[in-house]
Structures are given as C-alpha cells and as structure tokens.
C-alpha cells in the first residue's frame, strides 16, 4: 500500500524549490546576497526631538534582479549630562531594487522590533515595542564584490505601551558586500 507522509513531502518540495531557486540565481547578473554596514544618523521626535549616533548592518537575500529579503539591525547612541539613552532595531522585509549598470536605487518596507533604554546616576528604565521602516536609498559599484551605500533614508515608526512615535528618521551610508 502506498501512503504519502505530508510533512516529508513538503520537506522534499521545499528543498527542490530551494534548489531551483539556487540554480536560477547562480546563472542571473546580480548578487545573491548583500552585506551592509555603516554609520546612521537618528531624528527621534521630529522638532523639539532628540538626534542620536550609531550604526546599521543589514542582509539581503535576492530572490531575483528586483526582489530580495532583508534583515536590518541599528543602534543608536545619546549623551546628555549624566543621561545616556540607546535604542536597538531589529527588522525584517522586502526590498526592492531597480538595478542600472553600476548604480542600484532600492526601496524597502521592514517590520520588526525595537529596544530603548536610559540610564541617569545608576538609574535605568527601558522598554521594548514594534517598529516600521519605510524607505529606500542608493547603491553605487565600486568592483563587482563591493559597493558604497551613497544614501540610505527611513521614516521610522515605534509603537509601546499604547503610545506611537511618528516623527522619527534614520539615514545611513557605508559599504556593501556582494556575494
């Protein structure tokens, strides 16, 4: 008698879609991965609002010449006084990519969380929340393996204990790793 298991035979349709996947890559001009890192600069709270230092690393897996999966993380850093304040995202979505010769404008919209903390005199408090990116920026080839992110702008939305925060922006720039 002939019984089919359900969950070997998605196993085996995922591993042959990944395969085909894979094969298809190899033969396409674009990379399929992309490895960010660089310096951000943060608005949180539009006027009036606080301006905050840091860095932002993202991965990309490209599925195709347009369309890729991305993972974004960022910290970012403030002094005042004896008040220090940090704020960590971590984010996930897609990203689109219009690919010109050696210049690379993408869009991107992410989802994800955030960690803020600040400490004052051995005091500390911190919070946890969802996060939106949305926004985009430019590429630019330097070799075939590497690239310089010319630009990268967010709009940034966090959301905790009942309170959302609209007024926040993030741009970024440094270099891009292809493989």
């Keep these: 008698m002939f019984s089919i298991n359900i969950n070997k035979l998605a196993a085996l349709t995922a591993l042959v879609y990944l395969a085909a996947c894979g094969a298809?890559?190899?033969?396409?001009?674009?990379?399929?991965?992309?490895?960010?890192?660089?310096?951000?600069?943060?608005?949180?709270?539009?006027?009036?609002?606080?301006?905050?230092?840091?860095?932002?690393?993202?991965?990309?897996?490209?599925i195709n010449r347009w369309f890729g999966l991305t993972g974004d993380f960022s910290g970012a850093y403030k002094s005042i006084a004896d008040v220090s304040a940090s704020a960590y995202t971590y984010t996930f979505g897609p990203t689109f990519s219009?690919?010109?010769?050696?210049?690379?404008?993408?869009?991107?919209?992410?989802?994800?969380?955030?960690?803020?903390?600040a400490g004052f005199g051995g005091l500390s408090a911190s919070t946890n929340g969802f996060t939106m990116m949305a926004g985009g920026g430019v590429d630019a080839s330097v070799t075939r393996h590497v690239k310089v992110r010319v630009f990268q702008a967010d709009w940034l939305l966090w959301r905790t204990m009942g309170i959302t925060e609209r007024k926040n922006a993030r741009v970024s720039t440094g270099l891009v790793f292809c493989f």
């Design 24 to 62: 298809a890559a190899s033969a396409q001009e674009y990379p399929r991965a992309e490895l960010f890192g660089g310096y951000q600069y943060t608005r949180v709270g539009g006027a009036g609002g606080v301006n905050a230092n840091g860095w932002n690393a993202a991965i990309t897996g490209n």
């Design 98 to 117: 219009a690919r010109h010769g050696r210049v690379t404008p993408f869009a991107h919209v992410l989802f994800g969380g955030f960690r803020a903390s």
